[in-house]
């Protein structure tokens, strides 16, 4: 993931009641940083959407937005802005633009090989005690991660869980949802794993039901929406080196509390967390963080 190239992360569970603004943030810094046009495009994607981009790093996402703006032939913020009133596609087409969509397979082979030797013991624990786990893939993009989980999981501990997928963005969350993925897209996949879970659809690879079973797939935004509680293992890779210090303590104090006791937290490989213990967290090996 080019870091230089800023997009918005995919990550979003319902939203319910009224979207909440980040007070002064629309018409105070961002209008006086990047200007007043700025601000009304930003402040119309939040009202159209519950996407809040001043909790996003401001830099990247103006450099971004502006590339946008410029590609479509728009003069100025303003007349972007207009545009984006009057045409609902034109709104989708900008989002398609700024969200991120790169995922795979069981990314980052050592850590899943981690979560197998290291996570899967106490996750059967958490099973004993509650019957099932619950797993959420926050920020699942177009669900290869789900599914990552849920077939490691299966091999490793049997059904006894259940997965959460959740994005904010709905095109990603379509794709998941259908479990349709090329041939590029499955080479994470080790053979014997791709056979027992999919199915070959002439040039594609289709999830089969027994798995699609045990993963289900809804609209998420983690900076607005309230989250899921009971959760055994959280998976979050990736998604908050977007976001600004003051996004990134909202999602890792909420996903703190998400936790049942002794929970796990599997963040990204860039997203190391130096003052776990703030959030109620211990960390018990690399990119791994248990609920105390």
């Given at each position: 993931m080019n870091l230089e190239t800023p997009y918005l992360p995919h990550q979003q569970v319902r939203r319910s009641g009224p979207v909440q603004v980040n007070p002064g943030a629309l018409c105070g810094d961002d209008a006086r940083v990047y200007g007043p046009g700025y601000s009304c495009v930003c402040k119309i994607i939040l009202e159209r959407t519950g996407i809040d981009l001043s909790r996003y790093k401001g830099q990247q996402m103006h450099r971004r937005?502006?590339?946008?703006?410029?590609?479509?032939?728009?003069?100025?913020?303003?007349?972007?802005?207009?545009?984006?009133?009057?045409?609902?596609?034109?709104?989708?087409?900008?989002?398609?633009?700024?969200?991120?969509?790169?995922?795979?397979?069981?990314?980052?082979?050592?850590?899943?090989?981690?979560?197998?030797?290291?996570?899967?013991?106490?996750?059967?624990?958490?099973?004993?005690?509650?019957?099932?786990v619950f797993v959420w893939s926050a920020g699942s993009s177009g669900g290869q991660e789900a599914y990552s989980v849920a077939m490691a999981l299966d091999r490793h501990m049997g059904r006894r869980f259940r997965v959460l997928g959740t994005d904010i963005h709905r095109p990603s969350l379509d794709k998941a949802s259908s479990g349709r993925y090329s041939e590029?897209?499955?080479?994470?996949?080790?053979?014997?794993?791709?056979?027992?879970?999919?199915?070959?659809?002439?040039?594609?690879?289709?999830?089969?039901?027994?798995?699609?079973r045990l993963v289900t797939f809804e609209r998420?935004?983690?900076?607005?929406?309230?989250?899921?509680?009971?959760?055994?293992?959280?998976?979050?890779?990736?998604?908050?080196i977007y976001f600004t210090a003051a996004g990134k303590d909202h999602v890792l104090r909420n996903l703190s509390k998400s936790l049942v006791p002794e929970g796990v937290f599997f963040a990204g490989?860039?997203?190391?967390?130096?003052?776990?213990?703030?959030?109620?967290?211990?960390?018990?090996?690399?990119?791994?963080y248990q609920a105390m």
């Open positions: 937005l502006n590339a946008y703006r410029q590609r479509q032939g728009f003069p100025s913020f303003y007349a972007l802005a207009s545009s984006l009133e009057r045409d609902r596609e034109s709104l989708g087409s900008l989002l398609d633009y700024i969200t991120i969509n790169v995922s795979g397979f069981f990314r980052d082979t050592e850590q899943w090989e981690g979560l197998v030797r290291r996570i899967v013991p106490i996750l059967r624990k958490l099973a004993d005690r509650n019957r099932e590029d897209e499955v080479q994470g996949i080790p053979p014997e794993i791709l056979n027992a879970y999919f199915s070959r659809d002439g040039a594609a690879y289709t999830v089969k039901p027994s798995l699609r998420h935004n983690l900076l607005s929406d309230p989250y899921p509680s009971g959760v055994g293992l959280v998976l979050c890779r990736n998604v908050m490989s860039t997203e190391a967390i130096v003052d776990a213990n703030k959030y109620g967290l211990t960390q018990i090996m690399p990119f791994f």
